[in-house]
């Protein structure tokens, strides 16, 4: 992944500039959160920490960049000052985060970062499109092994994603909400994803018949044939799958009725005594109609889900928002919040207490900082990780990541894992913290 | 960008490994396009071609990309020699390409490569990913821009694009499409487009009062004052603005009703002679919208486009399709097609000609590579880029892209640049393809 220090909106460097050149560069804390359910959702997973702690820790401006910025107009009236400020650019804050692959619900922060303000605002755009991406395809993903109910689901998206690099984050955000693994080959280099494949239609239609095809795939990959069968007649194509060898391991799907097609597959390989010979199905696959393929007890074993995982197509975009909450000024901690309509924002550093009653989950709480409720079976979801730009432990490998999506998931009853009727959790704002809110509401108000 | 080879999937690297095991690496040649029209769609720009260009003629496997592929289970059978072809992997094939920016539709080769079978098949999943992404963009751009009737349109959607690399790309592929430029310092470096900025709620917040931050901010900044006036209430922050200075470059509204605020704030700019003074808005706009506030006569004279732009909101993805058409076995050309349910291609290497009378567009037609209309007025749309894995040109900049684009949409009638009834440009197969699309179906079926 690229770290330039210029991944960023113009407007974060013109008000860095403005911050230094007016000393202002006071310790800020922002945090970062969701204000509402993406349509069709229920509960989100966060996803993206890992690319993100590595761009803040690492981020720098090359000499060519600091170049660009200082002849850019914009920027004739700032110093030079500034400039030889972001030569030495390092982060020295403080960040508080979730896990990755914890579960979490509109309004609660799952990322705080207390830095001088010249440096914090800096960064809202990566972590933002970071944490947006990563974050709403983590959640679908989990939709659709959700829906799988135990088959297993490969990503195949990458041809569909957003760009090669979309390609390769949603091969790991798929990984963390549930997919066994991905056919994307840089995912798996980088993050030991498992990596999955079979054939295109251009190698069958390289040979000069089907079957030939077949042969010469079967004999270099013994234990690894998936034969696709629909490149000119699905059902001549299965069959002339039975013919190739009894140990192939599985025929791929890609078009027509999956469920009939599946049906009439199992049929011809168990009379050809091949129960073990496995039916993939992928092509516009959804959690919709993985659902209704599996509650129709369709034979299929292996789904490979591509667009519409990788895109989160019913939910293509997440508004993740990067707050400032707080400034220290002359020593003195000053709460902000923002009233515009239909977008405020609680004042202050918070922390998210997840109450368990049993291993299930009763409630969450936004709370204040300061408050604790350690007697009541309820446990901070924010920890510190960063100090003062510093990684205070090594980050968790994907299966780690994974497994911590999964206990997380586990903890919310069945309705709530509804793909239609879905019951929400209760997230409650603390009694203190919203005080604290209209205490600052109506100060401004009387300015 | 990355342009490392393993940006692709993995059955790519299995089905290259099984050509060149089988000694099967023949000539082929691959063609790319869409299939249909994306929702809402009738006309596509074509985007991404630099980027595409950029990785086939510089990928190469790194030792360390080759030792995890030599050591995947999937490969064990794979013998040394096919890895050592890829450590010295070179692209040496020709391309054919229409240049970026130009128009095209459904069926249309936009692209067409010529190489050993191991190298083609290697580039599908980049070309498609890049393709799929910018094309989806600069179309969306194009119908953005088309809507806005000449006010100018920013592309504002970093913190929202499918992560750091989408929003980069995403910069760019507006701009081919009709925007005057991004926030996106990267893309400003990388690419030469112009970046704008103004300035975010933090900025306000960060100081004690709303006027403080507007004239810190305009101090600094005296030529490019932006105020953003809603964090707070809307209309005084407006009439703040007007206090701060007569000559402050515009305001910026990010909330509430457009059209009533801008035709409030312009009335309140004016009366304080102000009339120079600019209104941009952003927040949640898309083409309709836009239309509509333009219809309405809303003197907004800046658009600040994010979300809905950077992911194509209404059509999230393209369905970009790279399929085999054509092999030379034996100095034989044989053409290839795939006749699957509803995914037919056509055989052969193609050309499109375009016919225009009066330098507007009266017809499309896809003919076979040989085929000429030279004295119909008719211009080919396809020319060799690359030949012999060595590219021609040097390629247009991001300003001449926009400028061909631009020039294309000029041939295009008004009707069909209307949003919601458009007429759809005539696409015709030639005569001779589709006989050599029968004859191919009948000679399968009779094997």
Not at 30 to 36: A, C, I, W, Y
Not at 304 to 330: C, F, M, N, Q, R
């Amino acid at each position: 992944m690229n770290n330039s220090a210029l991944l960023t909106d113009l407007y974060q460097l013109t008000m860095m500039a403005g911050y230094y050149e007016n000393n202002l560069n006071e310790t800020a804390t922002f945090e970062l959160f969701v204000r509402n359910y993406p349509k069709n959702r229920n509960y989100l997973i966060f996803a993206g920490l890992e690319q993100i702690l590595d761009y803040i820790l690492n981020l720098k401006f090359t000499e060519d960049e600091l170049k660009y910025l200082r002849n850019h107009p914009v920027f004739k009236d700032v110093k030079d000052d500034f400039f030889n400020y972001l030569k030495d650019f390092k982060f020295t804050g403080d960040i508080w985060a979730m896990p990755e692959g914890t579960i979490f619900f509109p309004n609660e922060p799952v990322m705080r970062i207390t830095a001088p303000i010249v440096q914090a605002q800096l960064l809202e755009t990566y972590i933002l499109s970071m944490f947006n991406f990563q974050t709403m395809i983590a959640t679908k993903a989990s939709r659709v092994t959700t829906a799988s109910q135990g088959r297993q689901i490969i990503e195949f998206g990458s041809r569909r994603a957003h760009g090669p690099e979309a390609g390769v984050l949603a091969a790991r955000a798929s990984c963390i909400g549930g997919c066994i693994g991905s056919s994307n080959v840089y995912a798996g280099h980088k993050f030991g994803i498992p990596i999955y494949g079979t054939m295109a239609h251009s190698w069958i239609m390289a040979f000069d018949n089907e079957e030939e095809a077949f042969e010469k795939y079967h004999k270099l990959y013994p234990d690894n044939t998936i034969l696709l069968v629909d490149t000119y007649n699905t059902i001549e194509g299965i069959k002339k799958a039975t013919r190739i060898s009894p140990k192939i391991k599985g025929i791929r799907l890609d078009s027509g009725d999956f469920y009939n097609l599946s049906i009439e597959a199992r049929k011809i390989l168990d009379d050809a005594g091949m129960q073990n010979t496995i039916i993939v199905a992928s092509g516009d696959l959804n959690e919709y109609k993985i659902k209704d393929l599996i509650e129709r007890e369709a034979p299929i074993d292996v789904f490979g889900v591509g667009t519409e995982l990788v895109i989160s197509a019913d939910a293509p975009s997440l508004g993740g928002l990067y707050k400032l909450v707080e400034i220290e000024k002359d020593s003195k901690v000053i709460p902000k919040a923002k009233f515009s309509q239909n977008k405020n924002t609680y004042p202050g550093k918070k922390q998210v207490w997840r109450f368990l009653d049993k291993n299930k989950l009763i409630k969450d709480v936004i709370a204040n900082e300061e408050e604790s409720y350690p007697q009541q079976n309820a446990i901070p979801l924010l920890s510190l990780i960063v100090k003062e730009g510093k990684l205070l432990f090594a980050l968790p490998d994907i299966n780690q990541i994974k497994q911590h999506c999964l206990n997380n998931l586990s903890i919310l009853d069945k309705q709530s894992l509804d793909l239609k009727n879905p019951t929400c959790t209760k997230v409650e704002i603390s009694e203190n913290l919203e005080n604290k809110h209209n205490q600052i509401k109506d100060n401004l108000c009387n300015t």
